[in-house]
């Protein structure tokens, strides 16, 4: 059976033009590295958004898998945007294969 | 004033319009892709700014150039301040979404003054080809008074300090590519744009029809979606197009500019920005709600800018310079 | 018979969906960005439905065009029933199957009525304009009719209520884009159609190239990928469109239409739908197999029409209206 | 150390054509909001699809974070669309951050 | 309350022109099917990636949901190519609703 | 020389592409889908193939054509083993980074052709038609050469067997609609491509100017990100291009080309593949590393061969051919 460790992996939903804060605050927690998906469309408190590329509201999901300790660090730094900027981050455990790259 | 109105309504182009609004209104599921949309997008600005630039080429820059260019900044930079201060008291808006609104109104909409361009080119009232260097100097003075009042001078909000904001407001992407096309078609002048001419002019109309099928159908759809936006807004979102057009033609027709050349002056004030300041001020003034900006902006002033608005400011104009308002 | 053979593999527009159908078969990795190739559909539907709203504000509507418009909806809507008595019997499918694939043959497929015109006009014998409001007009009868069949007419199923079905069936993206093109088209007339002539028109060949390569790469690959397909399928996505367009043309004969006119008609009732019908049956019959419907019509009946029964169809309209089924 | 709550995040593999039907029961379930991203092709009992934009074929990833019993109410309510429809529903616990808005 | 059961969800990050390598090893694990989704950007030790589509040397998330041991034989089968590739595979629990299927 | 280069940066295609570089060395958001880039760059393919099949449809295929043909892909073929030479030795590469990189120098870039065929014919030194013929004949050799080099010949790693890898090699998209776009030109000939033309020929310049605006953002990009870069291989992307060019025009001259054509076979030798090559290498090597070759071929050598190579491939040629290396 193959090894495997547990790390976190962490998902945060951003607007697209504020994905540098994100991946800075990645890249500053010490993590490897990350990821972006893009988003399609959604709704919450402030209703529903979609199509709105050409107007650069739109969002993406960036993902990072690190260390407790790192990811720790990271929601830790993200918090503030959290609120200020509507983001939302969610966070959990995860089997990895190769855990030293993360 | 009639005879204007019919005009805009047999142009294929705000004819596609009102099919986006619509298929929206009646709940159909159309929509272009999202790629699409953002490839039209930056299509017409690079084909209007090639445009301009050639058109500058031909004509040099002389006086009334100058004179125009001059005015499109100041005005660009002063009218977020009233807008800021109808916002603020008569729209009960808070100090930020009144700093995030105002900007987008000083600034410019490029589709607006495109189908302007269009509809007055019908009534033989053809603007300046330099216009086009009036819209994209116009773009971004507005962006940068509108933070100033959301935010106030010195405040380094996000450790983000005043350079790093001149320099996301400039390198913002409407603006390098307007900008960047607009020297391209100086530079290569009459010539150098025969070889592409096909694609950026022979293209432009049809594109543009279908880009404002899909702004139709994001504008009704964002309206019927609309939760923050009170009827103090949506009056303001008619009477500022209706004050800054009249302004800006006034303007025009003061600095000497001729009927459709003030028009089109006109119809850049009264435009309000749906694609480079939404995008500006999310990442500038992230905490401004886009719902209230994005939809005053988007839904209620452009299409009364497209449907209504060009036609009273071209027949305006036309009376300020002596004219009939309807085509010779 | 021949001549027509050779015309159909020398046009441009077969010879890339032959290439599609190539490429797909030697598992080629080439493929079209599915926003391009969404695009180019919403595209060609704009083009098309203009183009008939141009044909008709010229023409204007007399009998021929009301006799037409009701050949076809009264064919579009009872060539369904023939289709599921086949599907049922011969076909073994289930009910809900069978209407499903019911409505997919009794609707229309737009590319393939482009293709088909381009080949008409080839051969002297293109169809009269008013033939796009005739398509128009099949898109959804057969829909209508093939719900009932596979539902019911009573049958509220997901408490989806007949008015919603309707409203699904008239707001579906591709009916509201053709009707809509069509009637600014009626409203632009030549005059303003000018305009935008360069983008849809001079365009549409080169877009219907490219589209077709994707349409030619999608069905190949859905057709080695097919599973739920038996030769009975086979079979029947053969016959169908074989009888369906001899019924076809022999109608549009009988109301009185030219050969180029009649073979459209034929071709239009030998075509089935690949892009508004699999989406409102995805919507209104999901348990429905698109494995089933989508390969029959796009991967079977799609090449079988366009590569074989458009000369068919085109010789026996000549047939018919007395002509020799070549080139004059 | 920052606070953090757990709540269920729900994903639900979806065709696009019937995405309001699943947005309609997050809405129901009094979910405060949901997110859509693309997916662009798959494989399952009924075979391999790709490609099926034009097609209106395509299929959706919708996601959801809602407190526990929300979450169950709105799987409660989407069973019915699993079967019959095709749909996929996969849920687990996640840690989020400014657990109220959940 | 509805019924779950246990699965493990697979996602692994590979190159799109290696795709078909890794929805391979799915087929032949004798999981049932698999969904892939687009991705953006990213970043990681061998540096920041984006716009890469014209160049084919873009990325692509295959995700999969599978029983426990079947998870076990494809986390197996696609360790060496984690390594070599640069793939990157990450697995936790999930509840499914209509556990046959997986 | 200096008239050349002047004539290199008023062309429009030119100018975009450093627009490109330009806007993001500012650091500009300025960003094209990637699904509209992918479909430029399918565009470009199919545009060029047609026009060259057009083109030998007209010419027919003589002694000249089978001698470049011949010349292209011996050329293709044996330029990797010098270039792999160089990366191991001075570059300082590993096998397999040696062999990929040395694969892409030897394929060609579509687009630095079709620029350069821009610049030549702005030169009067318009290439001959069967030059497109020449570069998709030299698209392959060099991959498989490349892959010999990296992994040996009966090297079956990842069980991936000498039939697979050739297949994969083949069927590669850029290939395959090269090939079909360059049959469907013979085929179809000059009358069949009348049809399409407004669509391939009229837009072809001005899609390849948006086109040349996104590699130019991105190559600055992967620039400015670039990690894997020596200084050693910034010259091998300097130097290859210098010599390759040089033995592809010579070759050229010695099997008795015009100016033109022996400058375009020296364009498609200095030419290092971005598209087909990498994606080619990411499938059959994928241990190698993409911000090797990518950088070294897209960020590096292509801006060289545009703004700088061409020319002095350019005034090379016409030296050789007993030219003035001027406009006449
Ligand atoms: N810690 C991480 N979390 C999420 N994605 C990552 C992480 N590290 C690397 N990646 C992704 O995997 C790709 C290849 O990583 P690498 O092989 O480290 O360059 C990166 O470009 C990212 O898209
Ligand atoms: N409960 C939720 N689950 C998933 N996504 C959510 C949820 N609430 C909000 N979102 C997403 O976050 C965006 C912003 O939410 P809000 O700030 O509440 O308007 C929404 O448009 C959705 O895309
Ligand atoms: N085990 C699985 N893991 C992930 N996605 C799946 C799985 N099985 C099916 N799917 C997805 O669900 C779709 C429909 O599955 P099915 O109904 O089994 O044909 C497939 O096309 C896949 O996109
Ligand atoms: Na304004
Ligand atoms: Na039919
Ligand atoms: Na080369």
């Known amino acids: 059976m193959i090894e495997t460790v547990i790390r976190k992996r962490i998902e945060i939903l951003a607007d697209t033009q504020l994905q540098k804060r994100v991946t800075d605050a990645i890249d500053r927690a010490g993590i490897t590295g990350w990821t972006v998906t893009p988003v399609t469309s959604g709704k919450g408190r402030d209703g529903h958004w979609r199509e709105e590329r050409v107007m650069g509201t739109d969002k993406v999901f960036v ?3 690190a260390a407790e300790d790192k990811a720790e660090v990271l929601a830790e730094a993200l918090a503030p945007m959290l609120t200020k900027y509507g983001f939302i981050l969610s966070m959990w455990d995860v089997q990895v294969i190769r855990g030293e790259r993360f | 004033m009639f005879e204007t109105a019919i005009q805009t309504f047999t142009s294929p182009v705000v004819l596609f319009f009102v ?10 599921d159309l929509a ?15 084909a209007i700014g090639i445009k301009g630039g050639v058109a500058v080429s031909k004509s040099g820059i002389d006086g009334t150039v100058i004179s125009a260019l001059g005015a499109g900044i100041v005005a660009g930079f002063l009218l977020p301040f009233f807008a800021y201060a109808v916002l603020k008291s008569f729209g009960k808006l808070d100090r930020i979404n009144s700093g995030a609104v105002a900007a987008h109104y000083g600034s410019i909409s490029v589709v607006t003054f495109v189908t302007a361009v269009e509809i007055l080119t019908g009534q033989a009232r053809e603007p300046e080809g330099f216009m086009v260097a009036v819209m994209a100097a116009m773009e971004a003075p507005a962006i940068l008074s509108g933070l100033m009042l959301a935010r106030g001078l010195g405040n380094k909000d996000d450790g983000q300090s005043m350079g790093e904001m001149f320099h996301e407001v400039f390198t913002n992407s409407s603006i390098v590519l307007l900008l960047g096309a607009f020297v391209i078609g100086m530079v290569g002048g009459e010539a150098g744009f025969g070889e592409v001419q ?39 979102a008619i009477f500022l197009p209706l004050v800054n057009g009249a302004v800006g033609t006034a303007l025009g027709v003061g600095i000497g500019l001729d009927a459709g050349s003030a028009a089109a002056l006109g119809v850049l004030c009264a435009s309000a920005s749906y694609i480079a300041v ?13 719902g209230i900006y994005l939809t005053m902006s988007l839904s209620i002033t452009f299409p009364f800018n497209v449907l209504i608005n060009i036609g009273i400011i071209s027949a305006f104009a036309a009376y300020l310079t002596g004219g009939t308002g309807v085509v010779p």
Do not use: N, Q
């Open chain 2, 278 to 290: 939404p995008a500006a001020m999310r990442l500038a003034l992230p905490e401004a709600d886009p």
């Open chain 2, 32 to 46: 272009i892709p999202e790629a699409i949309a953002k490839a039209m997008s930056l299509y017409l600005m690079a």
């Open chain 2, 19 to 28: 099919l986006g609004l619509l298929a929206a209104f009646v709940r159909s």
């Open chain 2, 198 to 236: 096909p694609f950026f002019e022979a293209g432009f109309k049809g594109v543009l029809c279908i880009f404002l099928l899909d702004m139709g159908l994001i504008a009704a759809r964002r309206m019927m979606d609309a939760r923050a936006i009170t009827w103090r807004l949506t009056l303001i």
């Open chain 1, 63 to 65: 993902l990072t898998i």
